[in-house]
T-cell receptor, first 116, second 112 residues
């Protein structure tokens, strides 16, 4: 079974520029998560989708961050404009969904963003 | 919301020794506690998990214990090997909420 795919793996931009990340979850997984992991810290949830609907975006800085999952499969996370403090690894995870007996979250390799 | 604290932040052991990592959580409604291993440049990988109706779970050299009354859970790795070196994260999930709240991580170094 293929894992969670993310691209790009690395991105370097200057502050005030925009950037987008892409995630392809495990086939059949209804729930998709975006986490932000700052160096030396644990992942922190940004947004959670159930199919193509948003379940939780309470910790998403909506003035600069946006995310979508239009067809309930792939997802994109965008930052516009980027700030220095956005430098982090952005992790995508997926799980079967709340009706599954075990709802294990599987993580992708992440995208390392550096904002200069 | 949920808050998860993890200790120690770094742990160095000799190969063959045991390693113990401890976490506490704040939300008494949390019912699922996974442990993830993260190697350099990779995403977190689930190594073991435990649900609130179980006090202990073991999988070969790895075990997890849960004390619901005290709201803490621990990861035990026995007979450590150099390939166990990584950052380990505990996490908790509240009833009705699917996202995980993570601890701050423990960097485990196993000295050959």
């Amino acid at each position: 079974e293929a894992g969670v795919a993310q691209s790009p793996r690395y991105k370097i931009i200057e502050k005030r520029q925009s950037v987008a990340f892409w995630c392809n979850p495990i086939s059949g997984h209804a729930t998709l998560y975006w986490y932000q992991q700052i160096l030396g810290q644990g992942p922190k949830l940004l947004i959670q989708f159930q199919n193509n609907g948003v379940v939780d975006d309470s910790q998403l800085p909506k003035d600069r961050f946006s995310a979508e999952r239009l067809k309930g499969v792939d997802s994109t996370l965008k930052i516009q404009p980027a700030k220095l403090e956005d430098s982090a690894v952005y992790l995508c995870a997926s799980s079967l969904g709340p009706l599954a007996h075990t709802d294990t979250q599987y993580f992708g390799p992440g995208t390392r963003l550096t904002v200069l | 919301g949920e808050n998860v604290e993890q200790h120690p932040s770094t742990l160095s052991v000799q190969e063959g020794d045991s390693a113990v990592i401890k976490c506490t959580y704040s939300d008494s409604a949390s019912n699922y506690f996974p442990w993830y291993k993260q190697e350099l440049g990779k995403g977190p990988q689930l190594i073991i998990d435990i649900r609130s109706n179980v006090g202990e779970k073991k999988d070969q050299r790895i075990a997890v214990t849960l004390n619901k009354t005290a709201k803490h859970f621990s990861l035990h790795i026995t007979e450590t090997q150099p390939e166990d070196s990584a950052v380990y994260f505990c996490a908790a999930r509240s009833t009705g909420r699917r996202a995980l709240t993570f601890g701050s991580g423990t960097r485990l170094q196993v000295q050959p």
